[in-house]
Nanobody, 121 residues
């Protein structure tokens, strides 16, 4: 059973930066594509970014140029560097592991419990 634990969330002012980490255990990290999703209060969980097993990267339009996803297979960890944060980025951020780097949450097999990101204006 693969376990994922997110960290790095917090409260930041608009224009600030955070780096989220997602540490995995219980599986072969390099064999998984990894994704980041977010869920704002009262809204559905939506795709933010993903990275394939070969390190191909994908972003939703609203974060392109501001967020960077990366992975360190030696540390079994995926990161999401978030720069120039905006109040609309406020959400609980979840990482997920699956077979392919897809935008559909249901296609991922394993999920973390999430980390809160709050951006004040």
């Amino acid at each position: 059973q693969v376990q994922l634990v997110e960290s790095g969330g917090g409260l930041v002012q608009a224009g600030g930066s955070l780096r989220l980490s997602c540490a995995t255990s219980g599986g072969t990290f390099s064999s998984y594509a990894m994704g980041w999703f977010r869920q704002a209060p009262g809204k559905e969980r939506v795709f933010v970014s993903a990275i394939s097993r070969s390190a191909g990267t994908y972003y939703t339009d609203s974060v392109k140029g501001r967020f960077t996803i990366s992975r360190d297979n030696a540390k079994n960890t995926v990161y999401l560097q978030m720069n120039n944060l905006k109040p609309e980025d406020t959400a609980v951020y979840y990482c997920a592991a699956g077979q392919r780097a897809l935008v559909v949450a249901a296609r991922y097999d394993y999920w973390g419990e999430g980390t809160q990101v709050t951006v004040s204006s």
